[in-house]
């Protein structure tokens, strides 16, 4: 929980507040944004409306549990059970937003994809007892596809909990991650199984990748994203850590594929919409950056 003594003098007057160990993460803003926003001054979220209404309250409790640096907190007891109950939460057919965030990927998100050939869960959230529980619930976890180096978090401790194959691109192995069952190799797209398509886009890291799962949704790790600001994707020199050129190029590649949400490890989520509509959002942000 938050320290009260070290509360932002930005928060609304009330119990809610977040404190000066916010990251600016985005993780409660996009739980919550009817309670939380992003300061102008200092690039922190605060609470901008205390929650009154019931569903209000719920979100910012979601909020709370989710953050990564247990920044959030109230000057009064919450009832947590519902918030720590809601995650993994429903996104669309059987694809679920795991909350719990981890400051070991700076509040990445990761997703579980529920479906009767295997869970599939993309990159790794915080290993909290009542997230691996609600997991173990629905169904436990096959295959952990981990898209880039940056977000890996405690895929460790959850290995050791559930016995899942973990993916990774061999560009992207560190010491962390040597152990991980299974290295996709080159820049071919890789065929998990029917469902599921490995898709490698070098550019944010040498080896980051995004995986297509049934034509419909394409997770992307910290290659693409929707924005806080505009209804539009977006990619980012200032995040190509590996190469912008080859970000570009990865970018164009997506191109041959059909999907109608876009869902990333940091920023907005994207969709869901038509896949041609997805199809003409992509091409305009590669005409954006093709000349940057």
Not at 110 to 126: E, F
Request: aromatic share 6%.
């Amino acid at each position: 929980m938050a320290n009260l003594r070290r509360r932002l003098a930005i928060n609304a007057p009330g119990a809610l507040f977040v404190d000066d160990t916010c990251i600016d993460c985005d993780t409660c803003r996009q739980i919550a944004p009817q309670v939380f926003e992003r300061s102008p001054r200092d690039e922190r979220s605060f609470v901008a409306r205390q929650p009154r209404e019931p569903a209000a309250q719920l979100s910012a409790g979601k909020a709370l549990v989710a953050c990564p640096t247990s920044s959030i907190g109230s000057e009064t007891k919450l009832d947590l059970t519902a918030a720590v109950r809601a995650f993994p939460e429903h996104v669309a057919d059987g694809v679920h937003y795991c909350g719990y965030t981890s400051p070991n990927s700076f509040g990445a998100s990761s997703y579980l994809i529920v479906r009767p050939a295997g869970n599939v869960l993309v990159d790794s959230p915080r290993a909290a007892a009542p997230l691996l529980a609600r997991i173990a619930e629905l169904g436990g976890v096959r295959t952990m596809f981990l898209t880039h180096r940056d977000d890996v978090a405690d895929h460790a401790r959850l290995r050791a909990r559930v016995a899942c194959e973990r993916v990774i691109h061999e560009a992207d192995v560190t010491g962390d991650t040597a152990e991980v069952e299974r290295k996709l190799v080159g820049s071919a797209p890789v065929a998990l199984d029917e469902e599921l398509l490995a898709i490698p886009v070098p550019g944010h890291t040498r080896g980051s990748m995004a995986l297509l799962y049934r034509e419909r949704f394409l997770f992307t790790g910290d290659h693409l994203w929707g924005s806080e600001d505009e209804p539009a994707l977006h990619a980012s020199r200032s995040v190509a850590w590996y190469s912008w050129p080859e970000q570009k190029r990865s970018l164009e590649k997506l191109l041959s594929y059909r999907f109608e949400w876009v869902l990333p490890g940091h920023g907005r989520r994207f969709g869901p919409l038509p896949a041609a509509a997805m199809r003409r959002a992509l091409e305009q942000l590669v005409l954006r950056v093709r000349g940057g």
